[in-house]
């Protein structure tokens, strides 16, 4: 559990390797349900092999856009074969070209799931779009240029969309300035009938500088519907009997996605490699419970293997689950450091501080280069999520760099990904994983990693007492909360069970006051996606604006709903939420977000 474990884990990662697999995943466009991610799940599955797994498979889901499991839908079978864009500063291909980009040769210029053009291309007007200006009926027929503001409207595609526009071209999610301004990412919805095409803001401002000359658009997009959803999984065995280990890094995404994910999906295959050569050197290192890898589409492919796991004779869910997302960032470049995302704390668990406990050793380890670690509270941004639902409860944590400035652009390339940020999550990942196959620590070291833990917590809510940034209420709550946590863990620590730790998280709190508690309705993992989606217009795209605007809403939305089991009542469960995402929530904020919990109906109050 302590240096000892961690330095002979760093003795035999083969770091090369796994930066070698960083690169190569990076060559793949890797879309949800796409040639490229079934490319790419081939050769990470040869990698597995390689790497010592056993029962090394690929198993391939339709990517039809069905619903399949419990909420979740399929994705959509989407590769792009051609996506080009030419700008020309007249009426005609004749005219002086002002723009050109061509997907083959620029990641992410294309917007994923971008309508397929009639065969040949298509030449159009270019319309230009800003701010809250109407789309009015000039845009039929013709190619929107929308800038920033008008972007993050909310009703905007329905609106090029009723209008008839054929497509649009933008620079709102562009990364950086001047020089430095990278493309950034456009999803659209699955059945769009739209095309996309994101672009730098010199590319933009050349195309609207245009305009005013009869600016034209020449596009062109074909695409391929055949590919399915690929899941890659293998095993390093144990005792069948007991509950396995997972580790899951999610493998889609635009090319070249280096830290997003090919950082993760390298970094497993760094884990699988280690353990497996461990395993040969020393009978030590073989584990009780089988250690089992998953890679797939993110929340969908995580969706597909729990829902078939929990099927009779699945094979059963896992004891516990380590995510690696976004694991490889260089902290200088990218300005993120290395995060321990906790569990929700809504079942104790001793995976948050024994996970937080590795990864001080493996810094403390490789301090002769810089970086820094800290912790974060659950969140719910990538596949451990799905873990967290009370319909599934199972301990999950998270190792991430979760502020990359270069995210979801055209610049989260092979360069920005560190040697030195990939070994130390390859190996918090194998040494986390090879001590919970263990059945952990023993009780004295788990209590004094229990004890420090409790010690940080209780320091941090010091630290809001002396500040005056929090309210002193919502402060002395908190604090109250923290103590019954430190309170769960210390038990669990000594040997109780969850449920008399369980016990302990609720000891000396009053009951609901109103009566009226809330329940859950809906099946299987949470999915935020379908729930907007049965949300009526209006307050769907309130909801689409204020997430645009502040994606940390999501966390909100996401830490209410899965606290609602019937037991406590709408204020309960917000200051829940608030103590633990460890700051307050704004209550007109806060209010908007859980109506529309209950206007889905997947939330309802009794």
């Not at 295959?269 to 020393?282: D, F, I, K, N, P």
């Not at 490889?328 to 450091?337: I, V």
């Not at 321990?340 to 024994?354: A, Q, S």
């Not at 999501?554 to 309960?572: M, P």
Request: proline residues 7%; charged residues 20%; aromatic residues 6%.
């Amino acid at each position: 559990m302590g240096d000892s474990l961690v330095a002979q884990l760093l003795g035999l990662l083969r770091i090369d390797d796994v930066m070698d697999q960083v690169v190569r995943v990076s060559a793949f466009d890797r879309y949800q349900g796409s040639r490229g991610l079934e490319e790419a799940a081939r050769t990470v599955a040869e990698a597995a092999v390689a790497a010592g797994l056993h029962d090394v498979g690929v198993r391939h889901f339709t990517a039809d856009g069905r619903r399949q499991w419990w909420t979740f839908r399929a994705p959509v079978s989407w590769t792009p074969l051609t996506a080009r864009l030419t700008v020309f500063a007249g009426p005609g291909p004749h005219a002086p070209e002002v723009l050109r980009v061509d997907h083959a040769e620029q990641p992410f210029t294309v917007a994923t799931y971008s309508a397929a053009t009639p065969a040949g291309g298509v030449v159009a007007r270019l319309v230009p779009v800003a701010g809250g200006d109407p789309v009015g009926p000039e845009m039929a027929g013709a190619v929107a240029l929308v800038d920033r503001h008008a972007f993050v409207r909310g009703s905007l595609l329905q609106e090029l969309t009723a209008a008839g526009a054929l497509g649009l071209v933008t620079d709102a999610p562009a990364k950086g300035t001047g020089p430095f301004a990278q493309v950034g990412r456009i999803e659209l919805p699955p059945d769009s009938v739209l095309f996309g095409f994101s672009v730098t803001p010199a590319m933009f401002h050349a195309a609207r500088a245009a305009v005013g000359r009869g600016a034209t658009a020449r596009a062109e997009v074909t695409v391929d519907r055949t590919a399915g959803m690929p899941v890659v999984s293998g095993v390093l065995p144990g005792d069948e009997t007991v509950g396995e280990i997972w580790l899951t890094a999610h493998l889609c995404h635009p090319r070249p996605g280096s830290n997003d994910n090919a950082s993760g999906v390298a970094a497993l295959l760094g884990v699988a490699a280690t353990l497996s050569h461990a395993r040969r050197a020393h009978a030590r290192y073989r584990t009780r419970r089988p250690i089992r890898f998953f890679w797939g589409a993110e929340f969908l492919g995580n969706a597909a293997v729990l829902h078939q796991r929990s099927q009779p004779g699945g094979g059963g869910l896992p004891h516990a689950l380590i995510n690696l997302d976004m694991v490889g960032e260089d902290q200088a470049l990218c300005r993120s450091p290395f995060v321990v995302e906790r569990p929700p704390e809504t079942t104790p668990t001793l995976l948050g501080p024994l996970a937080e406990h590795v990864v001080e050793q493996v810094f403390a380890a490789t301090a002769d280069h810089p970086g820094t670690w800290g912790p974060s509270p659950f969140l719910g941004f990538s596949d451990h999520a799905l873990y967290a639902d009370p319909s599934v409860d199972r301990p999950a944590v998270q190792f991430c760099h979760p502020a990359d400035r270069f995210n979801h652009s055209a610049g989260d390339s092979p360069d920005k990904v560190s040697e030195v940020e990939m070994a130390r999550s390859t190996v918090a990942g194998a040494a986390l994983a090879h001590v919970l196959a263990s059945d952990g620590p023993d009780p004295a070291t788990r209590s004094a990693v229990v004890e420090r833990w409790c010690r940080r917590e209780d320091g941090a809510v010091a630290a809001l007492r002396r500040g005056a940034d929090a309210p002193a209420g919502w402060v002395s709550g908190l604090a109250d909360h923290v103590t019954r946590q430190g309170a769960a863990l210390r038990a669990l620590a000594a040997g109780a069970s969850v449920a008399e730790a369980r016990n302990l998280c609720e000891a000396g709190r009053a009951p609901s006051p109103d009566g009226r508690r809330v329940h859950r309705r809906w099946d299987g993992p949470l999915n935020l996606r379908a729930m907007l989606g049965e949300l009526p217009p209006p307050t769907r795209t309130l909801l689409a604006s204020m997430i645009a605007e502040d994606k940390h809403h999501l966390s909100v939305l996401f830490n209410l709903a899965i606290r609602a089991g019937g037991r406590h009542d709408r204020a309960r469960l917000v200051a829940d939420t608030s103590y633990a995402l460890r700051r307050p929530l704004d209550p007109h904020t806060t209010t908007r977000l859980f109506d529309a919990l209950l206007e889905s109906g997947w939330l309802a109050e009794e």
